[in-house]
Nanobody, 116 residues
Framework: QVQLVESGGGLVQAGGSLSLSCAASGSSSFGVMGWYRQAPGKQRELVATITSGGNTNYVDSVKGRFTISRDNAKKMVYLQMNSLKPEDTAIYYC???????????WGQGTQVTVSS
């Protein structure tokens, strides 16, 4: 059974940094992995994705501030968030496609709150 477990959320002041981690299990390997977020009253939106080969993609609003990375051996994906803004406040979810079969799985989310 595939599971994704996020950690590292919390409360930080504007301009600060947080690092999120997501541990994936239950599959021999994973393809594209990513981070999404959902703010109150808004739809879930893409933050960043990364392929198994390390190619990355970011939503424009986080470019230059957030960095996605992964460790394929450990089946981990990370999101380093710098220069945080109040508008980054949201529940952050990781997701991952299994390498074989291409099924998509989601974690339960971790809250990130940025105070002004």
């Amino acid at each position: 059974q595939v599971q994704l477990v996020e950690s590292g959320g919390g409360l930080v002041q504007a301009g600060g940094s947080l690092s999120l981690s997501c541990a994936a299990s239950g599959s021999s390997s994973f393809g594209v992995m990513g981070w999404y977020r959902q703010a109150p009253g808004k739809q879930r939106e893409l933050v960043a994705t990364i392929t198994s080969g390390g190619n990355t993609n970011y939503v424009d609003s986080v470019k230059g501030r957030f960095t996605i990375s992964r460790d394929n051996a450990k089946k981990m994906v990370y999101l380093q968030m710098n220069s945080l803004k109040p508008e980054d406040t949201a529940i952050y979810y990781c997701n991952a496609f299994t390498q074989f079969g291409g099924r998509l799985y989601w974690g339960q989310g971790t809250q990130v709150t940025v105070s002004s």
